[in-house]
């Protein structure tokens, strides 16, 4: 009787593991799934904020935004490199030496300048698609964005369409 009970016991406990390890596997499925339909909402919602301050035809939009969206992807990918070595260093357990630390802050400064080459390369396209008038707003609405991002960001999420402004204007 004592057997039978071991036997199902461990019938059930080995039989729960694939279950528990395919809800597990659904379960990040289901956030991937969320992050990349966030990043997709992100995307629309920069698209539609660089057509509206910016003033692009469509026709203009249609060359520029995804140039817009190439040079943003190549910023993003010269950029993973160095945060990944940062919550490297961040996480480690064990003590991390005087010359990795200096290794990863060179690094973050390299990747500036890889950025800012990456930025030079592709205003120089933009050039072939925007007026100077455009350009100007597109470099301005750029700046914009991002700080009304992060504004966004640190007040919770504005309702879609409506960036939070700065208290005091």
Do not use: H, W
Not at 5 to 21: G, N
Not at 22 to 36: C, G
Not at 53 to 79: H, V, W, Y
Not at 94 to 114: G, N
Request: charged fraction near 40%; charge should be positive; hydrophobic fraction near 35%.
């Amino acid at each position: 009787d004592r057997m039978k009970k071991i036997v199902y016991l461990l019938a059930v406990i080995l039989l729960s593991i694939p279950v528990s390890a395919v809800a597990q596997k659904n379960n990040d499925d289901a956030k991937r799934r969320e992050r990349e339909a966030r990043a997709e909402e992100m995307r629309r919602e920069r698209r539609d904020y660089y057509i509206e301050k910016i003033g692009l035809t469509e026709d203009e939009a249609a060359k520029f935004i995804p140039l817009l969206e190439e040079k943003s992807q190549r910023q993003f990918e010269l950029n993973r490199e160095v945060r990944r070595q940062a919550r490297r260093l961040e996480r480690s357990k064990e003590p991390v030496s005087d010359a990795e630390y200096l290794r990863c802050a060179a690094a973050f400064v390299s990747v500036e300048f890889s950025v800012d080459s990456v930025e030079q390369v592709y205003f120089e396209k933009f050039k072939t698609i925007l007026s100077p008038q455009k350009l100007f707003k597109y470099k301005r609405a750029e700046s914009r964005y991002t700080r009304e991002m992060m504004n966004r960001k640190g007040k919770g999420d504005a309702p879609k369409g409506q960036v939070s402004q700065p208290s005091g204007k």
